[in-house]
Structure formats: structure tokens, C-alpha cells
């Protein structure tokens, strides 16, 4: 009697896609296929991330808070082990893990937790040293993608497949459908094999630049040219009519550093901004649907994990030529000039572009909670997780109880039969830190019996039941009741202090006990290395 083949497991991570930015909570922009996953499987709405790219991978991988992971910011090495850019060797990747029960162990996509890179300096590359690890000296048998942060869709810098870089041309590729190619390929190689496989699946959209296919982008011609005012209150009001929430909270007021849609002054620009950034993401949804189709094809699908969300909220961070925007080619592969920044006399989306969609846009991918990417206010932690595994859930669930990204390893290995490591590679492996949630995708009663707590550049936060305390670097705690007050709305600080005091005092001892430095005299030196101003991000 052939014996039943452990469930396969496809993790598939967006980067810097917004709360609400699928249509099942409440988007415009369509995403049939990842709604289709949610329609047919689970939809947790109080899941969380890390606030930023580096720290949600490094926990994600791990099972671990990204200090514990080495990665408590980005790839830059601040001097000790919980901020030393890099996964450290006392964590154990999901790919180790997994291949050491048997798996094959795949990736796609984007890494991005293996020190720093500077994409205008490729000749100091070191690929593979003790601090900049490949996913192959990660855990991960196949490996295809970049290893650092952000590319051009159409003419990525530097592209590494397994061991060896590859070059590639504008002519015929786009990043997104690349990765889901290879991961497709993989895949089936896997099941030839007849090997379960783990496919971490890790994009790179919609993250910056702003880059598209204009048969995408003309999906979405002439619907944001109301603005972001109307586009916010449209989908917090499609939230509500979903039912998404346990309660139908009020919507945090615009950004007060965001000016009003009847005085912007460039909004055909802005609306292609916006357009650009909605086809990033459909085009997104659209290769996960082949992802889907070939599993099915392949007689896979009812015996796979899939597990969707986001890195972080929502990205405000603006492209000027002389920041961020320094560090990547203006060159592309074929040799066009690339116009560096947000000019409002371009219009994004082609490879010879470089562009953000900025502040106003990113307070409606996040609605409707306040701030962003970078902090630890619900605009900036909250994502969607999807879940779909038709072997494992025979009904469809949305769950509202907090978890977090630390959680989705414990996940993983209940739900495939597998033993956390002790020891790799003869160094000791720190336990997990977070909670399976397997009952709450199955639609059982589920409360997380630890708190969940963030750090990210001095911003704060901790999350213990119903209440959640949390700061901006520089300012006083603040205190929220998320059951009546999710968008954070209702500061009890100064009504509940006894609540405030006691949760600042469970926050302080988690924050010495994972090393959490003083941000104040971080930022300066980091500036400095970096050559940006604050504003920059």
C-alpha cells in the first residue's frame, strides 16, 4: 500500500503590499486568484509582520523574532548579534528544518536577511561569505532570485540562480512572472521526484520602483483619477459592507502630512502612480493563479499549503533622485538611461523609470489603520494571511485572533509532522518563540497564550489580548483596546494606567532580554553610512 506523501507547503510573500490592497479586504484592484485561496480556505485579519522587509523574512524563516534572528533591523551590521544583518547560526531556516524530514526545499524570489548590498557597486559584492549566506547555504536545495532588497522589474542588477549569477535582458523578462516560472519549474521537478516539497515563494512587488506592463496598467486607466480621499473611504466602506472585521471600527483620519485631493496639483501623475501600483499587484495575483493551475494540473493542490501575506504596510517612502534611488543602476541591461525620482513630468511604470508611489497613496493600501512600513501602529504591521489546504480545512474560516509571523514555522511543522532542530551545523538552535495557529485555520477557538511584541528603529509595540501599548521613537506610550479599537483612535494611556505600566514593564524586559539597542544613537551613524536624510526612510 503506498503510504500517503507528507503535505506540501507553498509560502508566498508580498512586499509592501498594504492591508487593504486584495479585493477580499475591500481593494479595487482585482485579485481573483488570491481571493479565490481566501473564499475557499482561511482569512486571518489580525495577523502580523515585522513592520519592515529584513525583520518579517528573518522571523518568518525562523520561527524567531527577527533580534533573536540577527536581523532586529536590515542588513546593516550595528555590532551585535540581534542587529548583525544577517540570519544568525544559533537559528534554523523552515528549509533546513524541512530538508532534514525528507523535503525538497525550493525558493524564488527575494532573500534579502544576508547583510548589505549596494546595487551600484556590484564589483564588492560577496555573495556567500559568512555574512552575506545564499538560501543555499540557508537550507534551500534550489535556489532563484535576488539577494538584496528592491530591482527593476524589467532589468534586474544582479540575478542569482543557485550558485551561479545570470544575466538577463528587458527585452523578454519581468521579475514577478520570472520567479513564478522558475518556482513552477521547481516545483514539478519535485513531484517528478515524488519528493513533498517547500516553495518559499518571495516577491519583490509591489514594492518600489513602480514598474508594470502597460496592458496592466491600462486595466486601471482612469480609476484613481478621484483621488485618495474617495479611494480610501471606497474601501474602508467595502470592508465594512464584507463583514471583514468583528466590528466595524472608524477609519483613522488622512495623514496629516498628506494634503487633500482637491489641492494636489500633478493628478494625472498621481493617478498613474496608483494605476502602476495596482497592476504590480494584479499581476502579482496573476502568476500566483498559474502557480495554482500547475499544482492542480499536477494533482498537488489538495495536498499543499498555501500561505499568503505581506511583509509590511504600505510603503510611504519618497523616490527622490538623490535618495534611495542613489543606490540603484540608472543604466538599464541594454543600456537606456534610467530617469532617476518622482518627477511628475514621467509617467512610471517602464523600465527606464524609477519611481515610488508615495505617502498618499500608501495611507489607502493601509486604510483602515494610521501610519506605515517602518512602524509599529496598525497601518505598518497588519497583513492578511491566506490560507488554503482543502486536505486540511473542510470549511471556510475567517479568524480575528492575533498572531504573528514568528508563528507560521511552528505552523508549518505541526502541520507536516516535522521536529524543530536542536543543533546545525554544530551550533546549538535557539527554541521556537511563537505558537502554532493550525486550530485557528481550522476554525477552532484559538488565543496566543504569549504576548507578541515589535521593535523596529525605536518604534514599540507590545500586544497582550485585547490591548495593544506602542510608540513612535521619541514619543509617549500610547494605549489601545483592539476589540473596540483597531485604528487606534482612543489613546487609554492616561485612563488605564495601571494596564499602561504593567504592559511598559513586560515590553522593557522582553527588549533586554533580545538586545534592543537605543535607537537615538543608532540613527546617526546609520544616516551617515547611508548618506540620507530621515526623510528619506
Known sequence: MKLQKKPNVVLILADDMGFADLGIT??????????????????????YNCARCCPTRASLLTGLYPHSAGVGHMGANLGTSAYQGFLRNDSATIAEVLRADGYRTLMSGKWHVAGDFEARDL???????VDHPTPRQRGFDHFYGIMDGATNFFSPHYILEDDRRVEVSPDNFYFTDAITDKAIDMVTEAVNDEKPFFLYLAHAAPHWPLHAFESDIAKYEGIYKHGWDVTRTARHEQMNSLGLFQSNWDISPRDVDVHPWSVEKNRDWQASKMATYAAMVDRMDQSIGRLVSSLEQQGELDNTLILFLSDNGGCA???AEDGWAQYYPDITNDG????????????????TTFQSYDQPWA???????????HYVHEGGISTPLVAHWPEGFDKATKAH????????LPTILEICGSPHLTELGGHEIQPLQGESILPLLKGED???????????????????????????????WELYDMETDRTELNNLALKNKTIKNDMVQQYQQWADNIGVV?????LPKLLAAWKLDSADG
Not at 336 to 348: A, C, Q
Open 26 to 47: 475591500g481593494s479595487e484592484i482585482h485579485t481573483p486568484h488570491i481571493d479565490k485561496l481566501a473564499n475557499n480556505g482561511a482569512l486571518l485579519t489580525a495577523m
Open 518 to 522: 537605543d535607537w537615538d544613537l543608532v
Open 336 to 351: 537606456r538611461k534610467i530617469t532617476m525620482g518622482n518627477l511628475p513630468s514621467v509617467t512610471p511604470g517602464a523600465a
Open 363 to 373: 495611507n489607502v493600501s493601509n486604510a483602515p489603520f494610521k501610519l506605515y512600513k
Open 123 to 129: 564589483d564588492n559584492w560577496r555573495i556567500g561569505d
Open 401 to 408: 485572533a492575533a498572531c504573528h509571523v514568528v508563528d507560521i
Open 317 to 319: 517612502e519618497f523616490m
Open 446 to 476: 484559538w488565543q496566543r497564550e504569549q504576548p507578541i511584541f515589535w521593535e523596529h528603529e525605536g518604534n514599540a509595540a507590545m500586544r497582550l489580548g485585547q490591548f495593544k501599548l506602542v510608540r513612535q521613537l521619541g514619543t509617549d
